[in-house]
């Protein structure tokens, strides 16, 4: 197991990694769009490539940002049922989701969409909207999104049953972590000091 939980921290270390990063698209996204309005609403001129880069983007940060997403224990539960039983059996829920639905879903995923994102590679696939861009960039993600939040299943999978085996400590409680919304405040407020001496 102890081979298995370096690997599982490999994988927990190059999902906060991309997660980092991964935020990027959604600015970017955000900045185009914002451009994108202003370019229509001044110069009454817009692009096509302009709207669909913008889906790109987003769709891009929510696939790749998936894992990373899970690292986090931020995927949507229901704790309204699994909060009612003790630690040990809302483990073995979860054991049970990753072996059943999550890794099976991915694989399954990967099966159908890495043969989709191959024949638009290979015949060029172009948007059918004037202007519109290729689509294999796009199509790369699902591969891409959904390989990064396999091997983060399996990396909880790991975390879940060497828990369950007492080797390590509960993996869905973050320690001293703070909350985005936390950050975000205790910035704020760091300004408004820095301004207020």
């Not at 940002?65 to 059996?89: C, M, P, Q, W």
């Not at 909207?129 to 699902?142: K, S």
């Amino acid at each position: 197991m102890g081979a298995l939980l370096k690997f599982s921290n490999a994988i927990d270390r190059m999902s906060g990694w991309i997660g980092k990063y991964v935020i990027w698209l959604i600015l970017a996204s955000t900045l185009i769009s914002a451009i994108n309005a202003v370019v229509r609403k001044v110069f009454n001129n817009s692009s096509n490539a302009f709207l669909e880069i913008q889906w790109y983007l987003f769709a891009a940060s929510f696939l790749i940002g998936a894992g990373y997403t899970l690292l986090n224990n931020e995927h949507v539960k229901i704790d309204v049922v699994s909060g009612k039983f003790s630690k040990r059996t809302q483990i073995k829920i979860d054991v049970l989701g990753f072996v059943a639905f999550l890794i099976p879903v991915c694989l399954a995923v990967l099966w159908y969409g890495t043969p989709f994102f191959y024949k638009a590679l290979i015949s060029g696939e172009v948007s059918s909207n004037a202007g519109g861009l290729i689509r294999w960039p796009v199509y790369a993600m699902i591969p891409l999104g959904f390989s990064l939040l396999l091997l983060q299943g399996i990396s909880e999978l790991i975390k879940r049953l060497a828990f369950l085996q007492g080797l390590i400590e509960d993996p869905t409680v973050k320690k001293n972590e703070k909350s985005a919304e936390e950050e975000l405040a205790e910035s704020i407020r760091r300004l408004a000091e820095a301004k207020g001496n």
